[in-house]
């Protein structure tokens, strides 16, 4: 069955830091997407970034870059230059399938992450 | 992206009565998704709604208890019945970017059943 495990539920980093964010997942489907999402303390689930199975660079967004190791079945979320702002909860998830439009989210435990000035 | 909004944004209420949360999207998109986050949980899909067709439960969720309405390309609605101090969470709904990859979510409906 489809798995994602966040190991860190807590990280702290300094501002301007950069910090990794881990995520690994489990399937057997061979095309999948990987995403992250944002949430703040307002509990509203802001879409971060987005890596599909077959593509060979990893994506980037901005700050965001998502470290891509298919092998290794991880999918780890680098925040570069972080900001106070960048505190909140953090949710990897995959979604199953092929079909973009019709295809659930599982979602990992998150991994709260907090900035200090 | 989509501009999702759903109302209201927060409740209270009390066990044994029924909240229906409505969903609008300002596109028209095949499926909307209806998820629930338990205090200090992680997501957990709720249901998958289709225009013009029953909703299809995740193992754990049944219609009596969560019924779904799809009327149209652009809006639902669910509704959390018979509520107790357990049914107090997040619930959010989600649609996909036609033609594309990403997963959006509506602001959430906060709910407190006392």
């Known amino acids: 069955a489809q798995k994602i495990t966040q190991t860190q539920p807590g990280m702290f980093v300094q501002e301007k830091e950069a910090v990794t964010l881990d995520c690994t997942y489990d399937?057997?489907?061979?095309?999948?997407?990987l995403f992250w999402y944002k949430q703040p303390s307002s509990g509203e689930m802001i879409f971060l970034i987005y890596?599909?199975?077959?593509?060979?660079q990893n994506a980037t967004e901005g700050r965001y870059s998502l470290n891509f190791q298919k092998a290794r079945k991880s999918a780890n979320l680098v925040i570069s230059a972080s900001q106070l702002g960048d505190s909140a909860m953090y949710f990897c998830?995959?979604?199953?399938?092929?079909?973009?439009?019709?295809?659930?989210?599982?979602f990992g435990t998150g991994t709260r992450l907090q900035v200090f000035p | 992206s989509a501009v999702i909004s759903q109302k209201p944004s927060r409740d209270i209420c009390q066990r044994g009565t029924s909240l229906t949360i409505q969903c609008q999207v300002d596109?028209?998109?095949?499926?909307m998704f209806w998820y629930r986050q338990q205090p200090g949980q992680s997501l957990t899909l709720i249901a998958t709604?289709?225009?013009?067709?029953?909703?299809?439960?995740e193992s754990g969720f049944v219609i009596d208890k969560f019924p779904i309405s799809r009327p149209n390309l652009t809006f639902s609605t669910l509704t959390v019945s018979n509520m107790s101090p357990e049914d107090s969470s997040i619930y959010l709904c989600?649609?996909?970017?036609?033609?594309?990859?990403?997963?959006?979510f509506g602001p959430g409906t906060r709910l407190t059943v006392t």
């Open positions: 989600s649609v996909g970017r036609q033609g594309g990859y990403e997963q959006y």
């Open positions: 399937t057997s489907d061979q095309s999948y997407g």
């Open positions: 890596q599909g199975s077959y593509d060979e």
């Open positions: 998830a995959m979604r199953e399938g092929d079909d973009y439009n019709t295809d659930k989210l599982i």
């Open positions: 596109s028209q998109v095949t499926m």
């Open positions: 709604a289709n225009q013009g067709s029953e909703a299809t439960y």
